[in-house]
């Protein structure tokens, strides 16, 4: 159905924008986007892929099989200590075996995995010059390339490679301001298709994790009684939740989600307790930047995969509802 | 060392300051950080002496073991590295302070909106804004949270969760 939905905005676009001769390379980039979206959900592939944000490269191996209906995904961290990722749907579940910590979460209230929706597909253009470039080949496949440059210094450009047959993303890439990479995704090794089973996207600590300990938590949406009053262009609230953790009592934490269609804000809003770490202002992680102030008796947090101006006007305008 | 940083900062319950406190007595390398945490502290502070108010937080947690507070001296050969560390934790923490009286004064009320061209312009001319020196288990949890709804997810399934599960494991502490 979503798909459906998609691909008809995907051809409106295309119905409704040809007048312009520049919007149609536009609208067809566009659904380029679409279809990398979509091939990210229903394809079956096996592959390693490397991460590289600063200094730092790692690699990792992916596996994503559809079966019936039901995605299943499994991801492996090949450097340094050994991580898995497992999802089913929008149940994740992360091993940790050094520690023996699973990490399991399960998503309630939207029943989608994050997708982008038409609205915000189309959202895209007014904030980002969205066009097809070259062709060029990445680990095997002739991949389409994909730009999308910021109208505003408010997020990140971005690079798309998308695989010509089949749309899945084989290579992507965030730019700073200079065009400089800030992180980059890239296959080294895929295999679209072919033969995938359960088996494969089982973890590896299946049996061996009964005794490890197990964090369980959970997001609802709810109504969180606070509002951010000075949201940037372009970034809309897509979600607002309450997280609580298994065993552990209180109100929660508060999470709100806002996203201009590609990039993702979250603003985090916990109540203070004696042993948090009360540090305010801003911190870079990887490509993330982080702001945390204190409202009140709350500490809020704000972090995104976009320039430090955006979380900081955003955190600077959380506030209470009265 | 997250530990002995956390006990500086008064962060620990009683009984975890207890363990920290034992386990500073038997491991030298506890003992160095312990020792070099505040040495680093001190100097940013342009004091040789450590902060009152620190101790005040500290002494109840260490009255079990009185003898860390006498801390050996640390060899200048063996601490090149968790110097290097510390110091841009501490610069970082200045950085802060220095980012936070900024948005102090903006000539408003303290949450008035801000102007983006200012912040970016402040952002650029600081060189750099501090990075997160040692990964907090909380902003961890944040990220990985903050992943499952980003758009990144939707286009390349868990491979983005890569930015947030590879931490180590003093991270998960």
């Not at chain 1, 033969?195 to 494969?200: A, C, E, F, Q, V």
């Not at chain 1, 982080?290 to 955190?315: M, N, S, W, Y």
Request: net charge neutral; with cysteine.
């Amino acid at each position: 159905m979503r798909f459906g939905a998609l691909a008809a905005v995907g051809a409106a676009l295309a119905v409704a924008l040809p007048v312009r001769a520049d919007s149609l390379p536009q609208a067809d980039a566009l659904e380029w986007l679409t279809r990398i979206t979509t091939a990210a959900r229903q394809m079956n592939y096996a592959g390693t892929f490397v991460y590289q944000h600063g200094e730092s490269v790692e690699t990792s191996k992916i596996v994503h099989l559809a079966d019936g209906g039901v995605e299943y995904e499994k991801l492996e961290v090949l450097d340094g200590p050994p991580r898995e990722v497992l999802r089913t749907n929008d149940q994740l579940t992360t091993f940790y075996p050094d520690i023996r910590l699973i990490r399991s979460e399960k998503r309630k209230g939207r029943r989608s995995f994050p997708a982008l929706l038409p609205e915000q597909i189309t959202n895209i253009t007014d904030h980002y010059e969205v066009r097809k470039a070259d062709v060029e080949r990445i680990a095997g496949f002739d991949a389409q390339v994909l730009v999308l440059e910021p109208k505003d210094g408010l997020r990140y450009g971005h690079k798309f490679w998308a695989d010509m047959a089949t749309g899945l993303l084989v290579k992507a890439k965030m730019m700073g301001d200079r065009h400089q990479a800030i992180e980059q995704f890239t296959f080294t090794q895929l295999a679209i298709g072919g033969r995938i089973g359960r088996d494969d996207v089982r973890s590896r600590y299946e049996s061996s994790s009964a005794e490890w300990r197990t964090d369980r938590s959970d997001a609802k949406p709810a109504e969180s009684g606070w509002t951010i009053r000075n949201v940037p262009p372009g970034f809309r609230k897509v979600m607002e939740m309450r997280r609580s953790k298994q065993g552990v009592d209180g109100p929660g934490l508060i999470h709100i989600v806002f996203s201009d269609g590609l990039a993702a804000v979250s603003v985090f809003i916990e109540p203070t307790s004696a042993r948090m770490r009360l540090s305010e202002g801003l911190t870079v992680q990887g490509a993330f930047h982080i702001f945390t102030r204190i409202v009140g008796d709350h500490r809020v947090t704000v972090l995104g995969e976009t320039p430090a101006v955006t979380v900081t006007q955003i955190a600077q305008s959380v506030t209470p509802k009265r | 060392m997250e530990r002995i940083s956390a006990l500086m900062d008064g962060e620990l319950d009683d009984q975890e300051a207890a363990h920290t406190c034992s386990r500073l007595k038997n491991e030298a390398e506890l003992a160095d950080g312990w020792a070099t945490y505040h040495l680093i502290g001190d100097v940013l502070r342009g004091e040789r002496l450590c902060d009152p108010a620190l101790l005040d937080r500290i002494r109840p947690a260490l009255e079990a073991e009185p003898t860390v507070l006498a801390p050996r001296r640390v060899s200048p050969l063996q601490r090149p590295r968790s110097i290097a560390l510390s110091a841009a934790a501490s610069a970082a923490g200045v950085a802060v302070v220095a980012w936070l009286a900024f948005f102090d004064h903006p000539g408003g009320t303290a949450d008035a909106p801000i102007a983006p061209a200012r912040v970016a312009g402040a952002v650029s001319d600081a060189g750099a804004v501090p990075n997160l020196a040692r990964a907090d288990s909380t902003v961890n949890e944040y990220l990985f949270a903050h992943q499952q709804y980003a758009p990144s997810t939707a286009m390349q399934g868990v491979a983005p969760f890569m930015r947030t599960v590879s931490l180590r494991e003093d991270d998960m502490r």
